[in-house]
């Protein structure tokens, strides 16, 4: 049974956008005089569900009420080509997105309503990595034929010297990428990185390769990170305890201590120490590298194959540290993640995070935390 919206929802949905599609970039009004007679109207617009009205739709939510799916919150307007790529390539837009949109294309209709000037509303961001050494708060401005534009409010680490400098410092390919909190994906830049200055902000334009290939957890199999013995040899964790494994010793180890695969491991103890005082926004850049670690592929000298370390994992819903505070060296964190094949898991794993002091300059992201741990300066 679908969770349809009332006609008087969509009728709301479609007003508050003037009628106007809300992908970024599109605008195209969607409704207009048709030709039967004076009063004929065509309506080229459709109200989307942001999360599917019904099991196996795209963006499922099991956890929610058939009232929450079927509400207004749950809706957003579009034309009926962007409604139908939404939903058939699902995978790549998240409903986090879909959400930032919809209040993306609200505040600009009412900012051209009241003739208001852009700077006083205050419009949804998303932080955005460009490589390693930029990441900044950032507003969807546009999508058009792989071609994703955004404006920059603020930098988080690295500045205007680092954007402008980036296609010039960064040669290899595995460097070269954009990660996005909210849509839960990352993807490999594909050219030159283009950037303008317009009305006082920075503008990134780009083109993207396609997304990388996704798998499941299930054949996994790797020996006990314990060294448990079980019928005399060592301990097999298989499947969704593999993985849970892999996730932990993905997240504990840090970027380029494996001699053998110096682009393996994350930034979690830096990010960890210089952004601990600072809860919301550590745990954004916790979702953000875990994002890049499913989606961003590396190469080690046992795997002639380019792919991503977590890519089992589709994307994560949610993530939570339930002590800041480091126990045996630890720290909890539970994530809710989506496999490969859409199935939703949930536990908490324990993330080794390194000694402040041992915190050490792999690479220039290194060196930058390192620095602001030390100084408090970016």
């Not at 960064?170 to 839960?184: A, D, K, M, P, S």
């Amino acid at each position: 049974m679908r969770d349809d919206f009332s006609n008087k929802t969509k009728d709301t949905l479609a007003k508050r956008v003037a009628w106007r599609c809300s992908f970024p970039g599109c605008g195209r009004l969607t409704i207009g005089p048709g030709h039967k007679d004076s009063s004929d109207t065509v309506n080229l617009g459709e109200a989307a569900h942001i999360n599917a009205a019904s099991s196996n739709g795209p963006r499922f939510d099991e956890t929610m009420t058939s009232e929450q799916r079927k509400s207004i919150d749950n809706g957003i307007w579009m034309c009926r080509h962007h409604a139908r790529m939404i939903d058939s390539d699902y995978f790549n837009y998240s409903s986090a997105t879909l959400k930032q949109w919809k209040r993306l294309a609200e505040d600009e209709t009412y900012r051209l309503l009241k003739e208001l000037e852009r700077g006083e509303i205050k419009q949804p961001t998303t932080l955005i990595a460009i490589g390693q050494e930029i990441v900044f708060e950032g507003i969807w401005k546009a999508v058009n034929n792989g071609n994703w534009i955004f404006e920059v409010e603020q930098f988080i680490l690295g500045n205007e010297n680092k954007l402008i400098d980036f296609n010039n410092s960064h040669n290899n390919n595995l460097e070269r990428y954009i990660v996005i909190e909210t849509q839960g994906d990352g993807r490999v830049i594909k050219g030159e990185l283009n950037w303008e200055f317009v009305d006082g902000k920075y503008q990134i334009s780009l083109k993207v390769e396609d997304k990388s290939p996704r798998t499941t957890p299930y054949g996994m199999k790797d020996l006990s990170h314990k060294f448990e013995i079980e019928n005399g040899d060592l301990k097999l964790v298989e499947g969704e305890e593999c993985a849970k494994q892999t996730i932990m010793l993905t997240l504990s180890t840090d970027f380029g201590d494996m001699w053998y695969s110096p682009s393996f491991g994350s930034f979690f103890s830096a990010y960890y120490w210089a952004f601990k005082d600072n809860q919301e926004l550590l745990l954004r850049l916790f979702k953000l590298e875990i994002t890049r670690l499913i989606s961003i592929p590396h190469q080690d000298s046992f795997d002639k194959e380019k792919r991503p370390p977590l890519d089992f994992i589709n994307r994560v819903i949610d993530i939570k540290i339930a002590n800041i505070e480091i126990a045996n060296y630890q720290i909890p964190i539970q994530l809710r993640l989506e496999w490969g094949d859409g199935k939703l898991w949930e536990d908490v794993i324990g993330v080794y995070i390194k000694p402040k002091e041992e915190i050490t300059a792999h690479n220039n992201v290194y060196k930058t935390l390192a620095r602001f741990v030390k100084d408090g300066t970016i």
